[in-house]
């Protein structure tokens, strides 16, 4: 019997130990790596889930990025933190990422610890930003607009035009199933564009429930072209079920933790 508790505490020891460098664990690869059936998997994830060391979803399950509200002025202040958060887990070593204006995706350096990443961004308040070591950061250069300190312009366009990145983190000001992001200045539309066109992986874009469902002036990517939405638990339940009909993929963060929807979690 003690020896069983050891291989059980074992295994579940080396679930955790997957988790710390990626964003989700898949039951089916856990099954395939531990050596045991899916049902082992999922008693092992629900017991882990139970003392608040990872939270499950359809199918696997994400680190549990638990928070002190306390730490944060308001709720809202929050939850940008925790799409933040979970955004900078999805990032791997050696990745290349464009980030925009957008105070809730520059949050993102905040939380990479223990990559080798560059950092290409239009926003000026990077140059605030207090990096880890290995984390590069590139201004695109441009016409600085207050009082977001956006570089914006032809000449951040051209520096932009020949570049690529790997992953892409957009913030918004709004996010409707009518309109798809959107922005309140014109003259960030292009650079939106550009940095969604030239991500050679995926492009999220990162909103808080206080923005979906919600239009502002300009578009940067119609609805259409959107496969990774990056919310909280307090967006609309109609508007995330109606994208993931829409094959989008939609993340959403929790006090407690993250758990991630997939866009075939119904119908699995």
């Known amino acids: 019997m003690k020896r069983e508790r050891s291989v059980i505490e074992s295994r579940r020891k080396r679930i955790l130990e997957m988790m710390e460098d990626r964003p ?3 039951v089916d690869e856990l099954s395939e790596i531990l050596g045991v059936s899916p049902i082992t998997v999922r008693r092992d994830l629900q017991y882990l889930e139970d003392n608040r060391q990872l939270v499950r979803f359809y199918g696997g399950a994400a680190p549990s990025f638990s928070v ?3 730490d944060f002025e308001d709720e809202v202040q929050m939850y940008r933190a925790l799409i933040a958060r979970y955004a900078a887990s999805l990032v791997q070593d050696e990745d ?3 980030i925009n204006t957008s105070s809730t995706a520059l949050q993102i350096v905040d939380y990479l610890k223990e990559q080798h990443v560059t950092v290409i961004t239009n926003n000026g308040k990077a140059l605030h930003a207090d990096p880890s070591p290995g984390v590069n950061i590139i201004l695109t250069g441009g016409e600085l607009r207050h009082p977001k300190e956006a570089m914006v312009g ?3 366009l051209r520096n932009l035009q020949n570049v690529y990145a790997k992953k892409t ?3 918004c000001s709004g996010f409707s199933l009518e309109c798809g992001m959107t922005t309140e200045n014109a003259n960030e539309v292009n650079i939106n564009q550009i940095m969604a066109e030239h991500s050679l992986e995926t492009t999220y874009i990162l909103a808080d429930h206080t923005k ?3 239009n ?3 578009i940067s990517c119609s609805i259409d072209k959107v496969t990774n939405l990056i919310t909280d638990e307090k967006a609309p339940a109609d508007i995330c079920e109606e994208l993931r009909e829409r094959g989008i993929t939609v993340h959403q963060v929790s006090r407690a933790g993250i758990f ?3 866009a075939d979690e119904k119908n699995a």
């Open 68 to 70: 002190d509200e306390r």
């Open 216 to 218: 502002s002036s300009f």
């Open 260 to 262: 991630k929807a997939a």
């Open 169 to 171: 983190f957009i913030g």
């Open 212 to 214: 979906i469902g919600k």
């Open 24 to 26: 989700e664990v898949r």
């Open 96 to 98: 290349t990422l464009f």
């Open 154 to 156: 032809d000449f951040a």
